[in-house]
């Protein structure tokens, strides 16, 4: 390298010094410029080609060069070549430092990742341990696997046979309640005051044993409860003294450890959760059967009087009743065992005759049945004005109870979809979280053969992960559709039994156009009825209601009303097809559905069929009179049920955007996820 740098000095000094020489003969005594012509002609003669070869002593003649002058030269250049030197020996060494602290990092992770995983770095002896431990790994979580499903079935099992017995004991306690309900109904039935209260003995008595038998049924729900929740944890200490890391002296690694016992842990919080609301559940349950039997109990009693005067009433009259065909009797036989001649002792009191008894009490039988003719006419028109009235209550009772039963089912779907949504958004938030430990999971590094198999598990893990998200977007899918369906089957159902009821009671009600009309010498046809209002005002003043009774010939014969059958619902509307929603096309938008279309060459096969979706059941046909009460039934009816569609379908339209949201999501997510892995064994990838 000297060398080279020193010929270089001695061409470029060299050039210099002949440079200098001609400058000099040119100032000194150099001829003058020659002629144009002598130019031209200069030019015109071709150079003479340079020798072939030139030796080192050609190029470089001897130089009047001193010794000082070319030392000094020589000395810059050995300066400025150390120099050099020194940088690039410098540069080097930060190279070779920045190359040797990748080096050890990269080695650093791949051997931290390597034990974290249990897999030594490639050897005899290391891959047989790598291959042991594996197998053992495997059955450790095949353990606990195996162990979490035993538990999940358990408390699976667990709930179902705590639903079974607190539907029944909702089912019996409910009937033993409305045997209450039932002897108020048939109250009119007993025949005297004395089977009114055998009937409240055993009423009482009937009270007595449903709250005994609350106490003791939820006292037993509850017990069960406690039990199962005692086995619970009696299986989940036996797996978990087990269930120990290297630390502990056991054979699991610390992060499958604290995995499990997460996984665990989790499962046993819910169920904790589902028994404290089955335990709500039964205190609801004992809270509204104690409450429920105290309101009929007192409904009852409250009953009993009326009943009790009535039956009072019915009993003196036919004392009564029977006490005058005895003294008739009585009389009869008296006159005709009287002796003609012998005189009657009283005759102020004892006529001679039959005959002239009765003459002589015929005023006071007059009186009587004026005075019972009086309290019929009374009750006529106090019938009549209460007929007016219950005909105005059945004209408004149909909108106020189907509205009722409207907020009812919309309040029962909105409960059973939350809770359905809430079951399936937490699956979902669980496997948005392994997407994004799968994400963070993946590092540049694993494009190295050395990480094939770390890849290679990370892409069988995430491609698990995607499998059962989108399976649990589709079971949430066909949940919650099933259960709209059968909520909206539930709701006409309970319609259609509200409005055969409804106008059944209608059709036996005495409405005005059934009544006889009034007789022309009755004060109440000088006064017209012009409406409800007036008939209310006149009937709170205690003056009685008045009216004009429509046409009604007396002697025709059964009800003036026309027997119609009023049109059915249409039930279909209330289908998932008519709401919009088509299975097979969810099923079609599923990244898996894509791949599989993509892999039989364009041509879906069509999905596996489900079980076939019950067709709701329609509302028989209703024949009942045709009456303004009936009219607004029917009109409240309608117009309930479509409220009820409309809430429907944006029930059903809303899932539908949910669950579309989440597989786009997901088909997003797939394209990201297969070009982040082009990347990575492309080694392009910057994490």
Not at 149 to 165: D, F, N, P, V, W
Request: proline share 5%; with cysteine; aromatic share 4%.
């Amino acid at each position: 390298g000297f060398g080279h740098h020193a010929e270089v000095a001695i061409t470029v000094i060299g050039t210099m010094n002949q440079a200098g020489s001609h400058v000099e003969e040119g100032e000194e005594g150099a001829p003058a410029p020659a002629a144009p012509a002598e130019a031209a002609a200069a030019e015109e003669t071709p150079e003479e080609p340079p020798p072939a070869e030139e030796t080192p002593e050609a190029m470089f003649p001897d130089l009047p060069v001193s010794e000082d002058m070319l030392r000094v030269l020589l000395t810059a250049i050995q300066v400025r070549l150390l120099t050099e030197m020194e940088e690039h020996h410098s540069k080097v060494l930060l190279r070779a430092d920045q190359w040797c602290t990748a080096g050890t990092q990269e080695l650093t992770e791949e051997l931290e990742a390597c034990l974290r995983a249990h897999r030594p770095r490639a050897g005899h002896v290391e891959e047989d341990l790598q291959r042991a431990r594996e197998v053992e790994l495997l059955e450790q979580v095949r353990r606990a696997d195996n162990f979490l499903k035993g538990i999940t079935r358990s408390i699976i099992a667990q709930q179902e046979a705590q639903l079974k017995k607190r539907t029944e004991a909702e089912k019996e306690l409910k009937d033993l309640v409305n045997k209450i309900t039932t002897a108020e109904r048939n109250l009119n039935t007993e025949l005297s005051t004395k089977h009114l209260k055998i009937k409240q003995r055993q009423i009482e008595k009937l009270k007595a044993e449903i709250i005994d038998m609350v106490s003791t049924r939820c006292d037993f729900l509850r017990t069960q409860l406690k039990q199962d929740e005692e086995e619970v944890a009696t299986s989940h200490g036996k797996f978990d003294s087990n269930f120990k890391s290297f630390e502990d002296g056991g054979s699991y690694t610390p992060e499958a450890v604290e995995s499990i016992r997460e996984r665990l842990n989790k499962l046993v919080e819910e169920g904790g959760l589902a028994r404290a609301d089955v335990l709500k559940d039964v205190d609801e349950l004992q809270e509204k059967t104690l409450s429920s039997t105290e309101a009929n109990y007192t409904s009852f009693i409250a009953e009993l009087d009326p009943h009790n005067e009535d039956l009072s009433l019915i009993e003196a009259i036919d004392k009564t009743i029977s006490g005058a065909k005895t003294v008739v009797s009585t009389a009869e036989a008296y006159y005709a065992a009287k002796d003609p001649k012998r005189e009657i002792t009283r005759p102020e009191s004892i006529p001679p005759t039959l005959q002239e008894i009765e003459a002589m009490h015929e005023k006071t039988f007059v009186s009587m049945l004026e005075q019972a003719d009086s309290h019929v006419q009374a009750a006529v028109k106090e019938v009549r004005a209460q007929v007016i009235v219950v005909a105005d209550w059945f004209a408004r009772a149909p909108t106020v109870a189907f509205s009722d039963v409207l907020k009812t089912h919309k309040e029962n779907v909105e409960l059973q979809c939350a809770m359905v949504d809430k079951k399936y958004a937490k699956s979902h938030a669980a496997f948005m979280a392994k997407q994004e430990e799968s994400k963070m999971g993946l590092k540049p590094s694993m494009g190295l053969a050395s990480h094939e198999a770390e890849l290679n598990a990370l892409c069988a893990t995430e491609m698990e992960r995607a499998h059962a998200s989108v399976d649990g977007m589709h079971e949430h899918a066909r949940t919650v559709m099933a259960l709209l369906g059968e909520l909206a089957e539930k709701f006409g159902g309970e319609l259609g039994q509200a409005v055969v009821t409804m106008l059944t009671v209608m059709d036996t009600t005495v409405l005005p156009e059934d009544l006889h009309p009034l007789e022309p010498d009755d004060a109440l046809k000088a006064l017209e009825r012009k409406n409800l209002r007036q008939l209310r005002r006149i009937l709170r003043a205690g003056h009685g209601p008045a009216m004009q009774a429509k046409p009604n010939p007396v002697e025709a014969k059964g009800r003036t009303y026309k027997l119609r059958a009023w049109q059915d619902l249409n039930m279909v509307q209330l289908s998932l097809d008519e709401a919009g929603w088509n299975e097979e096309a969810m099923v079609a938008s599923s990244p898996h559905r894509q791949d599989e279309v993509a892999d039989s060459g364009g041509e879906a096969a069509p999905p596996a069929a489900e079980a076939a979706e019950a067709s709701p059941r329609p509302i028989g046909q209703v024949k009942a009179l045709d009456t303004p009460c009936q009219q607004a039934c029917v009109n409240s009816r309608d117009r309930v049920f479509y409220a009820f569609r409309d809430f429907y379908y944006k029930c059903v339209a809303d899932h539908k955007q949910l669950i579309l949201a989440r597989l786009k999501d997901e088909t997003q997510w797939k394209a990201i996820w297969e070009d982040l892995l082009t990347n990575v064994k492309s080694g392009g990838l910057t994490v």
